[in-house]
């Protein structure tokens, strides 16, 4: 049996996904942009934490075998290397490569980093193979270590590496796994022995801890529960309660006879997609409208957050806005107003300037899902003290496009539950899903944020590409709730 430490944490996760993953690989979706960055996020971190043990050794992943990585590593221990980072290690086909260890009289201590903030099973899972490995080689494991970052630190002018980073001793909880991690290796040993595909079902192992990459295989190809509305497309209903409905056979809405374990939301979804229903309170809407006033500020912003923080004042993974949409709605006419930052710079100030230059105090502003954009000002308001009074003004003055379809004063049947623009948009206006397929590069706020952080090691002339692409999207968003506000508006006239 070949088996990393990746592998292995698959299995630990589903069984069936590691068999796929071996013999039929071309069945799982392949890595999207999102997890290939949060790898190298997770790589940037890594480095960074190497700066908590300095002056190590680091075996290099290119140009060698894991053999080699092995021998390497060994000659290292035995010629007392105090640091080793990626320390390879191998037995009987198991290969682990260890972030950081730490080589002492008393003992090898293992470092395993982890770009998340807090510390999870399946990270212990992880460390308890490692250590597995270097006990069965008869090595002395004084300590096994899980670092992660602390996203309460705020950086000031320099970066603190003792204060990002949080070293917690999993070294008990590590050993007293090692039991599990024989039979988790007996169970996997013989499952890719076998040359027929584990008969695993679906469940809630489909998504924690991680989204498994045989989601589209097991649950579209295999039981084609995606392109149809079922009970796992019922908002607000927890995955336990819904795989406890799939167990008992009831798949479909028609399957269901049983209403009482639903709230009043997920009745009604239900009872909508059955009967192709539009729920719309006239008297709601319009109680909604009334709240606001002419011109009307359509507000929308951008962000992207960083794992380890290269401004002052900035936590790890804090949302920094860089650019916002900004279309003034003055009844008859419309006018669009916008900002985007040079990449590689701290964007806040010159932001938080444009922003006040641009929505006068005392004036209606629109956002959808408002407390994001209530959050990103007001923490630009604690940030530059000058311009704090305008920002909490503006901040004050948010009002929630949200509101009517989170109250269900309108409701589509096509709209399955979400009152999320995503959801909402395509529903009422389908043209406009039409528009955002048609965008060049840039289709959600996630490649928006994915781009924003690569274009500064872009040429530049994609460079260019992709800042008139951001350009071009952010001006959608706001465009889109200009027609959703006219639509609501058309409707009680």
Known sequence: ??????????????????????????????????????????????????????????????????EEKYIQTKKLLENNQEIIYEATFLYEGIVVMIDILQ???????????????????????????????????????????????????????ELELKKLFVICDITDEVRAKQEEVKKNLACFSEVLQGQNEPDIDIGEHCFNPYPCEAYEYCWEKQRGLCQRENIFCIAGLR???????????????RDIK????????????????????????????????????????????????????????IKPYMQIP????????NKNTLEHREFLSECGVDPRLE????????????????AYNASFEKGVIRNLATLYPSLSEHLLNIEQNIKDLMIPFKNRAYYHYKMQGSYSIKKVLPALIPEMEEAYKKLNLI???????????????????????????????????????????AFLEEIVS
């Not at 980093?113 to 008869?138: G, H, M, P, R």
């Not at 444009?354 to 629109?366: A, E, F, R, T």
């Open 239 to 253: 995955k336990d309660k819904k795989f406890a409905l799939y167990k008992r056979g009831i798949v479909e809405f």
């Open 103 to 157: 080589n002492t009289k008393e003992g090898l201590i293992i470092n395993e980093v982890k770009s998340s903030t807090t510390l999870k099973e399946i990270y212990k899972q992880d460390c308890a193979l490692q250590y597995f490995v270097l006990k069965n080689l008869n090595y002395v494991i004084k300590q096994v270590n899980l670092i992660h970052i602390d996203n309460t630190y705020i950086r000031g002018e």
């Open 443 to 485: 289709h959600d706020g996630s490649e928006a944020m994915q781009s924003f952080e690569a274009m500064q090691y872009m040429s530049e002339d994609e460079r260019k590409s992709y800042h008139q692409a951001l350009l071009e999207y952010c001006k959608l968003d706001t465009l889109a709730m200009v027609k959703v506000l």
């Open 258 to 313: 049983d209403f009482s374990s639903f709230d009043t939301k997920q009745k009604g979804q239900i009872q909508a997609s059955l009967n192709k229903q539009v729920v719309c309170d006239k008297e709601q809407i319009r109680r909604f409208l009334n709240t606001l006033s002419y011109p009307i500020y359509h507000l929308d912003f951008e962000t992207f957050t960083q794992a380890i923080p290269e401004y002052k004042g």
């Open 351 to 366: 932001l938080a300037k444009s922003l006040v230059s641009d929505i006068p105090k005392d004036v209606c502003v629109l």
């Open 1 to 66: 049996m070949n088996l990393s430490k990746s592998l292995y944490v698959r299995g630990v996760q589903c069984a069936k996904s590691l068999w796929l993953k071996i013999y039929k690989n071309e069945e799982l979706e392949k890595l999207s942009q999102s997890t290939m960055d949060k790898f190298s996020v997770g790589n940037r971190v890594g480095e960074f934490a190497c700066g908590l043990f300095p002056n190590g050794v680091k075996i290099e992943f290119e140009g060698s075998t894991f």
């Open 322 to 329: 860089f650019q916002y949409s900004l279309h003034i709605d």
